[in-house]
């Protein structure tokens, strides 16, 4: 085992999805620094290799970063990580996974003395590659982008994850993801969560730090009402979606309004902008007036990490996809949103799941119905959580 080797003898390899964090940190508007990241994993174990792999002037155009592409390979120069330029014969796709695949399971096979591999993306592609290398007795850690876009697979294949958004460093810089909006309205910005209870599921844990505890109700935990839980749910969904959680009603004008301006063809961003001016127009009483692009722009993201969309890459951009229909009668919608929230709390809490207060929390109401259904999305997740569930989940939103 690879916990055995004497410390001076193990060693971390750090392998970067270039493509993948440029994607995702100009969606949700954040910084790129490797600084963080080696200084996370060099905790850990020693770092002994560090490459990157990916089309850089292709992917920072496609994203509007064009005049960042100097100072992002100084950034990886400074950080003594090799880039490896896989660049694109065609349009739609180069090879870089499979570069990072190849040279991966080379390192594993030819180097006894590296004991753990860090793989900087949110790419659930790479799961049979983190347990081909947890047979050869590796560890393997994943440094994720945005914590509720990663899918679920990923995160459970890995000996350890952490989330890009949440180290010190970049949590700090954080910002809202730019949005489409008029001059005369401003965003406004996501309030700060009310402290969590006593026995919040982050309590003495290191911030994006995989949470292998089995569920369970600890002593102080013991005496929580209803109203309780949905106050601590609803705390962990907006400490990982950075944005207030929108009422059931709110989430209803949402996913009405997007169905209603939707058009084949259209990308994401806007999507989110003829959503907005949508609801705009028809907030003739006001009520939808606390609804901004923000929140918008986090449902229709999280439907598309979900899945519930048919796309196609936008070549111009590549983490701001065409949609070029759903995948599900629209009625659905709303359940592919509400899984994706239980997801979130499941992943994120070590106590007893209550169904009862996200019944509340969800529907705004403890009725039977409203109950069972969250009986059954608690069921659902735990069996995409068991080994059980794996290729389940693979498909699911299909």
């Known amino acids: 085992m690879q916990e055995s080797l004497e410390p001076h003898t193990r060693g971390m390899a750090l392998f970067i999805d270039i493509e993948n964090v440029i994607g995702h940190c100009s969606t949700l508007g954040l910084p790129v620094h490797f600084k963080p990241i080696c200084e996370k994993i060099n905790k850990i174990a020693p770092l002994r ?3 990157a792999f990916g089309d850089i002037p292709k992917t920072m155009s496609s994203t509007g970063r064009s ?3 100097l100072p992002l390979r100084k950034e990886l120069a400074a950080n003594l990580i090799e880039i490896q330029d896989v660049p694109y014969l065609i349009n739609k796709k180069n090879s870089a996974d499979i570069h990072i695949v190849a040279t991966a399971l080379s390192l594993a096979y030819e180097n006894p003395n590296i004991s753990h591999f860090t793989f900087v993306t949110t790419d659930r592609d790479y799961v ?3 347990n081909k290398l947890k047979e050869l007795g590796k560890l393997v850690v994943v440094i994720s982008i945005d914590e509720s876009a990663t899918p679920g697979i990923a995160a459970d294949a890995a000996d350890q994850i952490f989330y890009y958004e949440h180290l010190p460093e970049i949590s700090r810089l954080i910002r809202t993801p730019p949005q489409p909006h008029t001059e005369t309205e401003a965003v406004p910005e996501a309030k700060e969560p009310a402290p969590m209870p006593a026995c919040a599921p982050a309590a003495g844990t290191e911030p994006g730090h995989l949470n292998t505890a089995p569920p369970s109700l600890s002593a102080s935990c013991r005496h929580w009402s209803v109203e309780d839980f949905c106050a601590a749910y609803k705390q962990v969904l907006e400490m990982v979606l950075k944005t207030p959680f929108p009422s059931l009603e709110d989430r209803k004008i949402i996913l009405k309004a997007a169905e209603g301006c939707f ?3 259209m990308d994401l961003r806007e999507w989110t902008g003829k959503t907005a001016q ?8 006001g009520a939808s007036s606390g609804i901004n692009d923000a929140a918008i722009f986090k449902i229709l993201l999280a439907l598309y990490f979900n899945r519930a969309f048919h796309v196609r890459r936008n070549l111009d951009d590549a983490n701001n996809p065409v949609i070029l229909g759903f995948v ?13 929230y239980v997801s979130i709390i499941m992943r994120k809490t070590s106590y ?3 169904p009862e207060a996200l019944a509340q929390l969800l529907y705004e109401d403890m009725s039977a119905e409203a109950v069972a259904k969250c009986e059954q999305y608690i069921d659902e997740m735990r069996y995409l959580q068991s080994g059980r569930g794996r290729v389940v989940e693979e498909a699911w939103g299909h």
């Not at 599900?328 to 994706?340: A, S």
């Open 128 to 130: 049979p590659l983190y």
């Open 328 to 340: 599900c009668p629209t009625w659905q919608l709303g359940e592919y949103l509400d899984r994706n």
């Open 352 to 354: 007893e799941n209550s």
């Open 278 to 285: 949508r609801i705009r127009e028809a907030d003739n009483a």
């Open 263 to 265: 058009a084949d063809g």
């Open 67 to 69: 005049a960042g592409i």
């Open 49 to 51: 290799v560090r490459k």
